[in-house]
């Protein structure tokens, strides 16, 4: 059942990713399935460098969007770190001049670095929610601070790679107890739909290689919550749990390590 999940995805990628030629032999552009926080399909750009090396890069969309939106990345330390780490944690790098957030690549790890730059644009694009005067720390950062405050033992930012050798980034892990399998979590800020596809096909990719794992995602409920997020996690047994709700959350998991 798990493999039909995961080829049900993988076709639907198929089905919805759309290639044009801009310079022939030269530059194309890929529309992805993904959404960003406008409700528009991302786009990335593939430049050939060399004969087995291209460039894929955003053109720089993400990084200006967010100064229009109001939204400098790098405006404050915080957000320069915030940015400067996630661009590591995806393997990514920055253009200073031109706004391009890109990867170089070999044909044979193409896929994989487009999986990659198109979970970094996403990132990225979430610190849009950072221009808000609402909102005076960073989500994740929150979350990892809850759980150093209640006690509870986890691992952070971890990489996992997939049955697909996809590299995943996985926020927080909950270690292996008696009583309970290792849990890994995922932590959004933005709870769309682009995100819950992404945890989705991260958290099934994953059971492929490691059986025994609970699935959990942490929302930000802060936010606006799209219609039928938590509807589609739930369809996968993904368990899902709202800010608001994190003390009854860690008073759960607590006691499993306490059993």
Known sequence: MKEKFIEKYLSWLRENIFINELEEGKKWVINSPFLDRHNDYIEIYVLKKAEDTFILTD????????????????????????????????????????????????????????????????????????ASVNVSTIFKEDVKAFFKKKDIPFNYDLKITGKSFIEHNIEIALPLVKNAPETMIKVINNPIKAYAINAIFTFNDIKEIRKEVNSVVIYNDEQKVAKGFVQALKQYNIECVAWSEREEYSSKVLKKYQE
């Not at 969309?61 to 400098?72: A, M, N, P, Q, S």
């Open 59 to 130: 053109d720089g969309f993400v990084y200006d969007d967010l100064i229009t939106g109001g939204c400098e990345p790098i405006s404050s330390p915080k957000r320069k770190e915030l940015f400067k780490l996630t661009l590591l944690g995806f393997g990514v790098s920055f253009n200073e001049k031109t706004h391009e957030i890109y990867i170089e690549t070999s044909m044979t790890d193409v896929g994989k670095n487009k999986h990659k730059l198109a979970q970094a644009m996403l990132s990225i694009g979430d610190m849009f929610m950072l």
